[in-house]
């Protein structure tokens, strides 16, 4: 898998966020909102490719967090990311 291009992680208001840059990409009813360790990640993840396994080590890496978690995490962490159309497999 892979960020697509042209989504870009922001802090607005002390919020982290996804936007879409460019003029194809406007689109405002879909802010997508992220939390440290997500933020952390997409950082992590711009211009490689991935899976579950990559955001899991990155996880145990970072965090205490069992790789059980991890991986469970990155799993949903993924469906969310497709769902909302910012990463493409």
């Known amino acids: 898998m892979k960020a697509k291009k042209g989504f870009n992680l922001r802090t607005v208001c002390g919020e982290q966020i996804v936007v879409a840059e460019g003029k194809e990409n406007i689109d405002f009813t879909n802010i997508i909102s992220m939390n440290e360790s ?52």
């Open 38 to 89: 997500a933020a952390y990640l997409w950082r992590n993840i711009q211009g490689e490719d991935f899976n579950e396994e990559t955001l899991a080590e990155l996880l145990v890496s970072e965090y205490e967090v069992d790789r059980e978690t991890a991986l469970k995490d990155s799993k949903t962490l993924i469906r969310q990311w497709l769902d909302a159309g910012i990463i493409e497999a």
